[in-house]
């Protein structure tokens, strides 16, 4: 089986790009980052301290998580109500951060992502998959971009979606995660030694699927 390993920080556009480049290459495609954002919405929704790992780690047993491809794109249901909008929220993004950075969730979604790896041709998008959860991908790229370029993108879309927020928010927040991100102690985020470095903070949106698409068509061999 072929897998490809897109990983970067929050705001790069790893999940659009993946999956775009999925579609287009046949592969299925595992938003990891969804996963961890829908344990985050359940812990905000049942008034769940997110840092507390042993509060966290008492809900795993009451969460099911599912992604569903239908012919709008992916959707994501938690407990089998689709949460696709709700878990794109700024605050569930924060909380995702904050759940991802224990040992016991990630250990919980690891084997069900490594299941499908297994199962499939994937395209597979995340902080640590490279690193971590699959540490002998056929390709790995580490998708990057400045972070003004991140925020930029991330409250043009929130403003489109006609949600009120002011751009230093926004940046604050991505420089929040960037933080936390790299900071954890389980899995932090990183560059794998053997993944392709991209920058995008100075190419649009079909610039970087095309650069991504060569990438994986000459390594994915």
Not at 118 to 142: E, H, N, Q, S, Y
Not at 157 to 173: P, R, S, Y
Not at 187 to 192: I, N, T
Not at 205 to 218: G, H, N, R, V, W
């Amino acid at each position: 089986m072929i897998s490809i390993a897109i990983d970067g920080p929050s705001g790069a556009g790893k999940s659009t790009l993946a999956k775009r480049l999925a579609k287009q290459l046949g592969y299925i495609y595992v938003d990891t980052g969804a996963m961890y954002r829908a344990i985050g919405l359940y812990a905000l929704q049942h008034g769940i301290d997110v840092k507390n790992e042993t509060a966290v780690q008492a809900t795993l047993a009451d969460i099911c998580i599912g992604l569903k491809h239908e012919d709008d794109g992916q959707h994501v249901y938690l407990n089998k109500k689709d949460v696709s909008d709700a878990i794109r929220e700024e605050k569930v993004g924060m909380a995702a951060s904050a759940v991802s950075a224990h040992p016991t969730v990630r250990a919980y979604l690891l084997e069900a992502q490594r299941g499908m790896a297994m199962a499939a041709d994937v395209l597979m998008d995340g902080r640590d998959i490279g690193t971590v959860v699959l540490p002998d991908a056929t390709v790995k790229i580490f998708l990057t971009a400045s972070s003004k370029a991140r925020a930029q993108r991330r409250y043009k879309e929130l403003c489109e979606k006609g949600q009120t927020i002011d751009f230093d928010t926004v940046l604050a927040d991505i420089e929040q995660r960037d933080y936390n991100d790299t900071h954890r102690a389980a899995a932090p985020l990183k560059q794998a030694e053997d993944a392709i470095l991209v920058d995008t903070s100075d190419l649009n949106f079909e610039e970087s699927f095309e650069k991504l698409l060569d990438l994986i068509k000459t390594h994915a061999k």
